[in-house]
């Protein structure tokens, strides 16, 4: 499960980056889902993180 939040993480911040460029160039639909993908991706580490600590527990 670390591997995995780790690389969800990633995926939340390279989402953010692509809201940004698509905002800039004003593509409505490419804004939409990278705000979907930050949305999902980052309420799921921020809760894993929450739920579990960094580095998760194995018990």
């Known amino acids: 499960m670390n591997l995995l939040?780790?690389?969800?993480?990633?995926?939340?911040?390279?989402?953010?980056?692509?809201?940004?460029q698509a905002f800039k160039e004003k593509n409505v639909l490419g804004v939409l889902f990278n705000f979907g993908t930050f949305a999902v991706f980052g309420?799921?580490?921020?809760?894993?993180?929450?739920?579990?600590?960094?580095?998760?527990?194995?018990?």
Do not use: D, E, R
């Not at 939040?5 to 940004?20: D, N, Q, R, S």
């Open 43 to 59: 309420f799921f580490t921020v809760m894993t993180v929450l739920n579990q600590g960094y580095p998760p527990s194995l018990h």
């Open 5 to 20: 939040m780790v690389i969800f993480g990633l995926v939340t911040i390279l989402a953010v980056i692509g809201t940004f």
